[in-house]
């Protein structure tokens, strides 16, 4: 086994573990973009009951006699409801910000993940250049050895064609 063979498993074990670090990164991708998703809904679910309550109450107000107490009673109501609107987009915004951060996590995932592959492809060739460096050197040799062997020839024939 040659040093560049060595290398090459190497490169290819790092190629791997970027590879690995690659899914992880789309799994986190995908965590956070679902996250982004159900803060969302949270906040349409959340605006769609406060809308909801706010028909129940005027509807309320409708159906009878009211005092203006009751009428403050309800406009507290819906603003209590509507303050809670900004901690629904807070969370919104925070899925949103992890979420970027794991597209960037990705990008980076991916940029060392190809960087890892041009680096095996490049000990992969060198290796591949060395074997044939190597097969070109085992047949030299053997022509080598088989011209020392035509010219030279064997002691026993050179005797024989001495006497004939």
């Known amino acids: 086994m040659g040093t560049l063979d060595g290398l090459l498993r190497i490169k290819q074990f790092r190629e791997g573990k970027a590879e690995?670090?690659?899914?992880?990164a789309r799994l986190v991708l995908e965590e956070a973009s679902a996250a982004t998703e159900r803060a969302r809904d949270d906040l349409r679910?959340?605006?769609?009951?406060?809308?909801?309550?706010?028909?129940?109450l005027y509807q309320d107000l409708m159906s009878r006699v009211v005092h203006k107490s009751?009428?403050?009673?309800?406009?507290?109501?819906?603003?209590?409801?509507?303050?809670?609107?900004?901690?629904?987009?807070?969370?919104?915004?925070?899925?949103?910000?992890?979420?970027?951060?794991?597209?960037?996590?990705?990008?980076?995932?991916?940029?060392a993940h190809q960087d890892a592959i041009r680096m095996r492809e490049k000990f992969?060739?060198?290796?591949?250049?060395?074997?044939?460096?190597?097969?070109?050197?085992?047949?030299?040799?053997?022509?080598?050895e088989m011209e020392e062997v035509r010219v030279g020839g064997n002691p026993a024939m050179q005797a024989e064609e001495a006497a004939a």
Do not use: F, H, W
């Not at 690995?20 to 992880?24: I, N």
């Not at 679910?45 to 129940?56: D, G, L, S, T, V």
């Not at 060739?125 to 070109?136: F, N, R």
């Open 45 to 56: 679910n959340y605006e769609e009951q406060c809308r909801q309550r706010e028909q129940a």
């Open 124 to 144: 992969t060739e060198l290796v591949s250049i060395e074997t044939a460096e190597q097969v070109q050197e085992a047949l030299r040799v053997e022509d080598n």
């Open 20 to 24: 690995r670090e690659l899914v992880r």
């Open 70 to 111: 009751d009428l403050d009673d309800v406009e507290l109501d819906i603003k209590l409801m509507r303050e809670q609107i900004p901690t629904y987009q807070k969370a919104i915004d925070e899925a949103v910000a992890a979420e970027e951060q794991a597209r960037q996590g990705l990008a980076q995932a991916r940029l």
